[in-house]
């Protein structure tokens, strides 16, 4: 009889176990809580340019609505707006912006609450064959979440290299480690037919690029690259 009494406890106690226990493998686990952190800190941005619109994706930098994005997604534009992850959206003002070959921008927007952001990553210490992952705005579908590795790194033109799906209206949005670290921004894919989708050959900035753009922008704030201030709460 204590047999069975001992058989069926240990069965209530298993058919009780959380659903995420039962139902995901460790490797579902780290996708699902890397986007469930990260994504309220991740922004749609759309620009409106004197021959057409731009979209792409930003990243919550700092809590009163700082964001970083790619400079080419907003460069020209008269309009910018940006969507946050609860469907909001925010006018934007361009605060700081780099040349071509960083594409690297700085957009603010004024919102009355404190925001969720972004944590860095180091991307001096980035693996070809580490697992990453991208969120974007690809298309227009916003908090898209996709995996993939680091394929290659060329050092030679500072980029990362990664077969996770990046597409067109990505561009600014995060390469993340597994920790829910962003080790990139992404850029720009290749492919033959003129960048139209993606076939696996996505770049990112290494985000060591863009934590010595933000220290360089002259936002009155030292403490802005400060991980724990930048820690997703």
């Known amino acids: 009889m204590t047999k069975k009494i001992i058989l069926f406890i240990t069965f209530i106690m298993f058919s009780i176990l959380p659903v995420?226990?039962?139902?995901f493998s460790a490797d579902e686990m780290v996708n699902i809580s890397v986007y469930e952190k990260i994504n309220p800190a991740i922004v749609s941005i759309d620009a409106n340019l004197s021959d057409?619109?731009?979209?792409?994706?930003?990243?919550?930098?700092?809590?009163?609505?700082?964001?970083l994005t790619g400079s080419h997604v907003i460069d020209g534009a008269k309009d910018i707006e940006v969507t946050t992850s609860d469907g909001k959206s925010y006018k934007a003002s361009v605060l700081a912006k780099m040349g071509k070959n960083k594409d690297l921008a700085l957009l603010k927007i004024d919102c009355k609450n404190s925001l969720r952001t972004i944590?860095?990553?180091?991307?001096?210490?980035?693996?070809?064959?580490?697992?990453?992952?991208?969120?974007?705005?690809?298309?227009?579908?916003?908090?898209?979440?996709?995996?993939?590795?680091?394929?290659?790194?060329?050092?030679?033109?500072?980029?990362?290299?990664?077969d996770?799906?990046?597409?067109?209206?990505?561009?600014?949005?995060?390469?993340?480690?597994s920790q829910g670290e962003v080790i990139g921004i992404s850029q720009s894919?290749?492919?033959?037919?003129?960048?139209i989708s993606n076939i696996g050959i996505g770049f990112a900035i290494p985000v060591n690029d863009a934590k010595k753009f933000i220290e360089t922008?002259?936002?009155?704030?030292?403490s802005l690259t400060n991980k724990k201030r930048f820690a997703s709460k």
Do not use: W
């Open 52 to 67: 057409g619109f731009s979209a792409g994706t930003g990243c919550i930098v700092r809590r009163d609505g700082v964001i």
């Open 189 to 195: 894919i290749y492919n033959p037919d003129n960048n």
């Open 164 to 177: 996770a799906a990046i597409n067109p209206g990505c561009s600014g949005g995060p390469l993340l480690n």
């Open 217 to 222: 922008a002259n936002l009155n704030d030292a």
């Open 20 to 23: 995420t226990a039962q139902n």
């Open 119 to 162: 944590s860095f990553g180091d991307s001096e210490q980035v693996k070809v064959g580490q697992k990453v992952l991208a969120i974007g705005n690809p298309f227009g579908f916003a908090g898209t979440l996709t995996s993939g590795i680091v394929s290659r790194i060329d050092y030679a033109k500072g980029r990362i290299q990664t």
